[in-house]
């Protein structure tokens, strides 16, 4: 038996550049599935994005969902993208290893946890103040090249990862450090810096974007303690659930994570397409 991919809808091409067309997934002509392939409008034409692949009851664990994948990978191929990636829900297990069979490299993961109604404490002698203007100008230009950077170390072309950056930043902070619901922090231990957060207030959830322990005060708590600032603010906005997103190999900050009772919601995957 043969499966294929049947396009059900013309490529489709939006204002902002991405690429989009749905199929169907075949086997003999016969419709066993579906597949949503588009090209990633965060991380430009060059990155492939798998939205939705599902087969049918009955065709599961027959390949088909492989084949399709791999299918999927030549289409991508031929719109010139060098990178295709997708997520998989973390309950799962088909999904996770469909990604692991195929070559696809874990690239990060979503993380969340459910608050009660009291915001936990800070240890003695911590404190938490606003960003000054003159921090966030530096931050925000730190973070941005970081931000890059990373992506490009999980194969994104730098010139997309960097636009990439310019875009986030420009999207999620229209009004800098005045943006709506945006809350930029800066940890004090006995009234030195040590640390900052950047924390989301979303109308679901609070969303850590950015939490770091300065250099110079790394391995000292200090970033469980901006975690525990995380959940009060969150807390105190009326949020009963806080997410973040960490990527893959940062093994400190996944161990920490998960002390707090953060659990995975989802993973991303990525794999090049040579």
Request: proline share 5%; charged share 25%; net charge neutral.
């Given at each position: 038996?043969?499966?294929?991919l049947r396009p059900t809808e013309p490529l489709q091409r939006a204002a902002d550049g991405?690429?989009?067309?749905?199929?169907?997934?075949?086997?003999?002509?016969?419709?066993?599935?579906?597949?949503?392939?588009?090209?990633?409008?965060?991380?430009?034409?060059?990155?492939?994005?798998?939205?939705?692949?599902?087969?049918?009851?009955?065709?599961?664990?027959?390949?088909?969902?492989?084949?399709?994948?791999?299918?999927?990978?030549?289409?991508?191929?031929?719109?010139?993208?060098?990178?295709?990636?997708?997520?998989?829900?973390?309950?799962?297990?088909?999904?996770?290893?469909?990604?692991?069979?195929?070559?696809?490299?874990?690239?990060?993961?979503?993380?969340?946890?459910?608050?009660?109604?009291?915001?936990?404490?800070?240890?003695?002698?911590?404190?938490?103040?606003?960003?000054?203007?003159?921090?966030?100008?530096?931050?925000?230009?730190?973070?941005?090249?970081?931000?890059?950077?990373?992506?490009?170390?999980?194969?994104?072309?730098?010139?997309?990862?960097?636009?990439?950056?310019?875009?986030?930043?420009?999207?999620?902070?229209?009004?800098?450090?005045?943006?709506?619901?945006?809350?930029?922090?800066?940890?004090?231990?006995?009234?030195?810096?040590?640390?900052?957060?950047?924390?989301?207030?979303?109308?679901?959830?609070?969303?850590?974007?950015?939490?770091?322990?300065?250099?110079?005060?790394?391995?000292?708590?200090?970033?469980?303690?901006?975690?525990?600032?995380?959940?009060?603010?969150?807390?105190?906005?009326?949020?009963?659930?806080?997410?973040?997103?960490?990527?893959?190999?940062?093994?400190?900050?996944?161990?920490?994570?998960?002390?707090?009772?953060?659990?995975?919601?989802?993973?991303?995957?990525?794999?090049?397409?040579?």
């Open positions: 038996m043969t499966t294929t991405t690429r989009s067309r749905h199929y169907q997934v075949c086997v003999n002509s016969r419709p066993v599935g579906v597949l949503h392939l588009g090209t990633s409008p965060q991380l430009g034409p060059s990155v492939a994005v798998i939205h939705k692949l599902r087969v049918d009851g009955p065709d599961r664990r027959r390949g088909r969902g492989t084949v399709a994948a791999l299918a999927a990978e030549e289409v991508a191929r031929g719109w010139g993208c060098r990178l295709i990636e997708a997520s998989v829900d973390a309950d799962s297990e088909a999904g996770t290893r469909l990604a692991e069979a195929l070559g696809y490299v874990l690239r990060n993961r979503t993380m969340a946890k459910p608050l009660g109604e009291t915001p936990p404490t800070l240890p003695a002698g911590s404190r938490a103040r606003p960003m000054t203007p003159d921090e966030f100008t530096a931050w925000q230009a730190y973070e941005a090249e970081q931000y890059a950077r990373t992506w490009m170390e999980r194969g994104v072309p730098e010139e997309d990862a960097r636009a990439k950056a310019r875009r986030d930043h420009e999207v999620l902070l229209p009004q800098g450090a005045a943006t709506e619901n945006m809350l930029f922090s800066v940890l004090e231990q006995e009234g030195e810096r040590v640390g900052i957060l950047w924390l989301a207030l979303r109308e679901d959830r609070a969303f850590v974007f950015d939490v770091e322990a300065d250099a110079a005060h790394r391995g000292r708590g200090h970033g469980r303690t901006l975690m525990l600032l995380a959940e009060a603010q969150a807390t105190a906005a009326g949020h009963s659930l806080i997410g973040l997103n960490v990527f893959a190999g940062n093994t400190a900050a996944e161990r920490l994570y998960e002390s707090l009772g953060y659990r995975t919601t989802r993973y991303s995957y990525g794999k090049p397409l040579l």
